[in-house]
Structure formats: structure tokens, C-alpha cells
């Protein structure tokens, strides 16, 4: 079990290393948009291009993608609703129609995350593996 924070840290780390992008990307997650931010100030968005939103910075980058693994986590989403979706209702974070392999995406993510000392079982919620401490 884990803090929330690192649970979803670990999950976005995975995430960008199976995107491959280059350091130099301010999108290493390849995330298609940010709807989270209304409206799109220029300080924080340099637009969709050729599909892809294009933050100002990685760091904005890489917080859009923390804030969208948290947001699947917070959903009771399991990773392969988050990553391969619902028929009809939620196309997924790497859809096969985008040329993804879902489901080799999916262990890699769970691969990798397991490499840093966590199990998850994809087929669970996510928000299984949160420790939530009470204060005593």
C-alpha cells in the first residue's frame, strides 16, 4: 500500500517511459489536451498541435499528466480502464485506434511499476493500493 502521491507518481513515471518522448518534451505523457485548464491561458498552453497539447513547460506537461492519472484514480478506475478504456464511453489513454497496442502498454506500465516495489493487478481500482493514514 501506498500514499497516494506515490502511487500516481509511479504510475505518470511509467507512463512517460512507454511514450518514449525526449527530455526535451514539455508533453512527455502525449496527452491529446488539457480540458482541466478553462481557459487556455498561453502561459500554461501553447496549443493543440498536430493533435497533441503543447504546455509551455515539461514541468506543466508532467503535471498534466499527474493530475489526469489522479484523476482515473480518484474514478475507481483500474489501469487498463484508464489505459485501454470502456467501449462507448471512454476511448482510453492509448487507444489501439491511435496506432497503441493496449494491452502490451498496459504490462509494460505494470512491469515497470512493479520494478519500483508495487504490484498492481490491472484488472483492480486503482485507489486499492492508496494507504490512507489516520490521525491517531
Known sequence: MLQVAALIEKIADAII????EPYTSTNPGNLRGA??????PTIVN???VNGFWKPATRAIGEAGLVHLVALHVAQGNSLEDFIGGHPGVYAGFAPGADGNKPN????NVVKWVGEQGITIDPTQPLWNYIEIELPT
Request: proline content about 12%; aromatic content about 12%.
Open 104 to 107: 502490451v502498454y498496459i504490462e
Open 17 to 20: 517511459r512507454q511514450e518514449g
Open 46 to 48: 501553447g496549443g493543440i
Open 35 to 40: 480540458p482541466w485548464i478553462t481557459p487556455l
